[in-house]
């Protein structure tokens, strides 16, 4: 169980002394740290873990640490005072400085190890040991963990330095990943899809690293040129950052008798993700194998109804392994991912991807990575044969839970009391030879038009006459399945809170991050603005800025429309 702690009640927090007193460590508290870390923190060197759940990490600090941005909304959920981003100590520990912090806060950080699976398939290559003992977060190092309003929050550096995990890597992020992933989740979180969140993004004025990108203009699929980079470190907040990996990591030294301890280990992680993620699910009261069952129908369920939205807002998440996969079912690590413009089933922004990751192949990744859950488990119940079978159940279900809520998704999309498969299909078809927008069409949709000809705007390409009226007839077929008698306003007004009219455009993004490397945070903080009111109108000169087509000159362009995983 979760130690007691101290919440805040409802009063805004204006002092850093009264952000410090929210701090509980349940994580630390609960769980085992690896035995063979640092009693410091000093603990920067690539190394093997063989067990423990954390490794004690102090993060290394940002050089000369200057504000960019902070999400009001988050911090308003947080009941903090939007001053506390400009605060000199706030600042000191989320640009990953911990030395002067008082108790009740810990001046260490703490990474966790994972183990990876692909599509459903273990590996261990990627670890530099070739065990799967020095895979984990390599530049990612928590470093609070409180209470606020009643909900627990853990808060992560993005570029903290390197830990144990950092598999040689500098431990860094660079400014152009960090605004990307402070922009997305608050973004995502805006659109309805459970994330993770953005509290603040602070880049180092002296101190850059070089990493390959792409050339102005470049049409290569790889990146062609080494640039320099400021380095940056952005905070994600989430009620944990247990993933799917991490559970994997504990079942196989358990499977292999890694250590006396490994299924006691296993037990602990799966035990501390319940409390964690699913304490308003299940009943702590039922026995622990009973626990579990409940465990994998509400992992489930989260598991498909977020995939759902993945595709109802156009998001492909690009790497979506098994260590990419939050135990708690939001999205989590915004690394090579994209918003689908023109319509493709096979949309994938990451040149690494491949089909499998593509963007309506996600259900299938999300079934691999249930599995890979599914199995991490099941050695908890192997002494109860019947509560295993109900288990087992669970995974069997899983494909048709996702179809489910996938016509679920397209139904509301359309504005359909009910679901029409036949009638989706149709549309797909159409909107890939058509060459379609896929956010503009929805938004224009959800005006019901009688005439094809208004969903104009939306095409990429000047349709042919057959297929305009294929698009009169779908256009007449669906508008009989939306009914007559239901009021038209109303029925707009709710697709409108279905489908955004303003999204992620990775060519409205790049020039962002770009005067941010220049010192210029103004596009940051509009483009904040703007995605965190995706379902709203805006004003005319908003829309005719980011409610367009893409142009012509960024498809194919070489960090644009794809990119490598470099950040």
Known sequence: MLSPS???????????????????????????ADPDATVDGDDHRVRQVFS???????????????Y????????????????????????????GDLSSVRKPMHQLGWATGYALSIYGTEYIQQCPFGTGNGYGDGRAISVFEGVFKGQRWEMQLKGGGPTPYCRGGDGRAVLRSSVREFLAQEHMHALGVPTSRSLTLYVSTSETVVRPWYSPESRSSNPD?????????????????????????????????AHP????????????LIEREYRQDIDRGLAFVDQLVELARCFRGR????????????????????????????TLDYGPFGFCELFDPSFQ???????????????????????????AVRPLLADHPEVLDRFDHVRRDFAAAMETELQAMWAAKLGLSTSNPALVTALLQLMAETKVDYTIFFRELSHL???????????????????DQQWQAWLQRWRDHVGKDRDPAELSAQMKQVNPKYTWREWLIVPAYEQAMQGDYALVRELQNVLSHPYEEQSEEVEARYYRLKPEQFFNAGGVSHYSCSS
């Not at 380095?231 to 990591?249: D, M, W």
């Not at 995939?307 to 939001?330: E, H, K, M, T």
């Not at 922004?349 to 199995?375: C, L, R, S, Y």
């Open 349 to 375: 922004p990451w040149i690494g991807g491949g089909d499998h990751f593509a963007f309506f192949n996600q259900p299938v990744a999300a079934e691999a990575n249930f599995h890979m859950f599914w199995t």
């Open 303 to 330: 598991l498909t109804a977020l995939i759902a939205n993945w595709l109802r807002v156009g998001y492909c998440q690009g790497n979506f392994n098994s260590d990419n996969c939050a135990a708690g079912g939001f």
């Open 6 to 32: 101290k919440p805040l009640n409802d009063s805004c927090v204006t002092t850093f002394e009264e952000f410090a007193h929210a701090a509980d460590y349940s994580l630390m508290n609960s769980l085992i």
């Open 261 to 272: 301890g490994a299924l006691d280990e296993l037990r602990m992680i799966v035990s501390h």
């Open 68 to 95: 960019v941005a902070h999400s009001s909304a988050l911090f308003e959920d947080l009941g903090l005072s939007d001053a506390l981003a400009q605060n000199n100590d706030f600042r000191q520990v989320f640009s």
């Open 52 to 66: 423990g759940h954390y490794v004690p990490v102090t993060p290394t600090p940002l050089a000369d640490p200057v």
């Open 225 to 257: 040129i080494a640039v320099s980079n400021p380095v940056a470190i952005s905070t994600r907040v989430a009620p944990s950052f247990l993933r799917v990996g991490q559970l994997e990591l504990f079942a196989r030294r358990a499977r292999s008798k």
């Open 449 to 467: 038009p009688d005439q094809a000809s208004a969903l104009n705007s939306s095409f990429y390409a000047n349709p042919s006459q057959q297929l």
